[in-house]
């Protein structure tokens, strides 16, 4: 059974940075392809970034502009997500999420998540 245990949230202010991490067991993380998604308070999960298997492909939506870093090692079975200049719209839990075929931003079509971490970021 895949776990997906995310850590590094916390409180931050407006401007400042966070990284997060996504630790992956019970399955084959290194052929997985993974992402990060958010969820604010009364509105719907949505898309933040992915990356392949092997690291090779990243995309990201469009409001991290450029602000957001997405990679993986794994070696060490983990993903993460370096989030700098930080803004209070960035206020959300953040997911990670495993699925084993194309990359896509759709929540749907992830099989497995992990329980998320808050990320407040105070103006």
């Known amino acids: 059974q895949v776990q997906l245990v995310e850590s590094g949230g916390g409180l931050v202010q407006a401007g400042g940075s966070l990284r997060l991490s996504c630790a992956a067991s019970?399955?084959?993380?290194?052929?997985?392809?993974m992402a990060w998604f958010r969820q604010a308070p009364g509105k719907e999960r949505e898309f933040v970034a992915a990356?392949?298997?092997?690291?090779?492909?990243?995309y990201s939506a469009d409001f991290v502009e450029g602000r957001f870093t997405i990679s993986r090692n794994n070696a060490k079975n983990t993903m993460y997500l370096q989030m700098n200049s930080l803004k209070p719209e960035d206020t959300a839990v953040y997911y990670c999420?495993?699925?084993?075929?194309?990359?896509?931003?759709?929540?749907?079509?992830?099989?497995?998540w992990g329980q998320g971490t808050q990320v407040t970021v105070s103006s």
């Open positions: 999420a495993q699925r084993g075929r194309a990359l896509s931003s759709s929540a749907d079509e992830y099989l497995y």
């Open positions: 990356i392949s298997w092997s690291g090779g492909t990243t």
């Open positions: 019970g399955g084959t993380f290194s052929i997985q392809n």
